[in-house]
């Protein structure tokens, strides 16, 4: 499985950014797609997921509301459309995925993207 994500880069706070993951190597039917994130010397922390097959979604708190997730099954792609951004979204974005199967955690990553929100 190989997991590529674009479209980050610099926004005013209050703007609006989406990010792409392209995901190939595989059909994905019965896989989960998610977003993470790693802000500057902060842990990695979950931020959306998606299960490819009814396009359930679930949301971290700090991004419910302005964050939305989906997820395009005829260019497997998953996409994170970030809105109202804060300068706490800055971060390093990741895409990764998994089969529904598995539970605790994602063993397959893209590289992240960046996303840089001013003040």
């Known amino acids: 499985v190989q997991l590529q994500a674009s479209g980050g880069g610099l926004v005013q706070a209050g703007g609006s950014l989406r990010l792409s993951c392209a995901a190939s190597?595989?059909?994905?039917?019965?896989?989960?797609m998610a977003w993470f994130r790693r802000a500057p010397g902060k842990e990695r922390e979950f931020v959306a997921r998606?299960?490819?097959?009814?396009?359930?979604?679930v949301y971290a708190d700090p991004v419910k509301g302005r964050f939305t997730i989906s997820r395009d099954k005829s260019k497997n792609s998953v996409y994170l459309q970030m809105n109202s951004l804060k300068p706490e979204d800055t971060a390093v974005y990741y895409c990764?995925?998994?089969?529904?199967?598995?539970?605790?955690?994602?063993?397959?990553w893209g590289k992240g993207t960046l996303v840089t929100v001013s003040s």
């Open positions: 990764a995925a998994r089969s529904t199967a598995r539970t605790i955690d994602y063993p397959y």
């Open positions: 998606i299960t490819w097959n009814l396009g359930s979604t």
């Open positions: 190597g595989r059909t994905f039917t019965n896989w989960e």
